[in-house]
Nanobody, 129 residues
Framework: QVQLVESGGGLVQAGGSLRLSCAASGRTFSNYAMGWFRQAPGKEREFVAA????????YYTNSVKGRFTISRDNAKNTVYLQMNSLKPEDTAVYYC??????????????????????WGQGTQVTVSS
């Protein structure tokens, strides 16, 4: 089975930065789109960022554009989320996920929660004001 393990969360002040990592198992990691989602208490899990199977294209929810950067290192089977200029409203549990199908680049599909078949356990990000 595919295993995803997030790390790098923590408590930071507004304006600070964090770098989340997601280590994934699987020999074919590089063939799948990867995404980051987040969920605050009582809220739906929402899309944050995604990177297509090749790493060529990235997509972000409007609220994080210009502040967050998703990247991947296929040699390490790892996807990253660099978060800068953090705001209190970024506080949530952040989850990484791997797409269910290979070679996906469609931006709409990569922003849909149900297109991801494997999820990590989540890492808490708390931004204080």
């Amino acid at each position: 089975q595919v295993q995803l393990v997030e790390s790098g969360g923590g408590l930071v002040q507004a304006g600070g930065s964090l770098r989340l990592s997601c280590a994934a198992s699987g020999r074919t990691f590089s063939n799948y789109a990867m995404g980051w989602f987040r969920q605050a208490p009582g809220k739906e899990r929402e899309f944050v960022a995604a990177i297509n199977w090749s790493g060529y294209s990235t997509y972000y929810t409007n609220s994080v554009k210009g502040r967050f950067t998703i990247s991947r290192d296929n040699a390490k089977n790892t996807v990253y989320l660099q978060m800068n200029s953090l705001k209190p409203e970024d506080t949530a549990v952040y989850y990484c996920a791997r797409g269910q199908e290979t070679y996906v680049s469609d931006p709409d599909r990569m922003q849909m929660r149900n297109q991801y078949g494997y999820w990590g356990q989540g890492t808490q990000v708390t931004v204080s004001s």
